[in-house]
């Protein structure tokens, strides 16, 4: 059964930093594409940032400068660096795992909180 393990999250004044980590109980992680995604109360939740099994990685358009999404393979684990956290950051944080081998597989983690105040 994959487990995805993340950690990380906490509490934060506005203009600082937490790095979240996630990570998987499975061998196939190395062609996975890796996610985070976020959800603040009350609204959807939204992709944050992705990365490829090549490395190619995209983002929000609200976090790019601030966010950066690596991963290392050896580790099968994805980290989320964000800088110059803002109060908007605020919100649980999920981590994605999504590959296709004879079909689609989709995981999610259970989440963790990031609160920035001002």
């Known amino acids: 059964q994959l487990q995805l393990v993340e950690s990380g999250g906490g509490s934060v004044q506005a203009g600082g930093s937490l790095r979240l980590s996630c990570a998987a109980s499975i061998s196939t992680f190395r062609i996975a594409t890796m996610a985070w995604y976020r959800q603040a109360p009350g609204k959807q939740r939204e992709l944050v940032a992705s990365i490829t099994s090549f490395g190619k990685s995209t983002y929000a358009d609200s976090v790019k400068g601030r966010f950066t999404i690596s991963r290392d393979n050896a580790k099968n684990t994805v980290y989320l660096q964000m800088n110059s956290l803002k109060p908007e950051d605020t919100a649980v944080y999920y981590c994605?795992?999504?590959?296709?081998?004879?079909?689609?597989?989709?995981?999610w983690g259970q989440g963790t909180q990031v609160t920035v105040s001002s």
């Open positions: 994605n795992l999504q590959y296709r081998l004879v079909r689609q597989y989709d995981y």
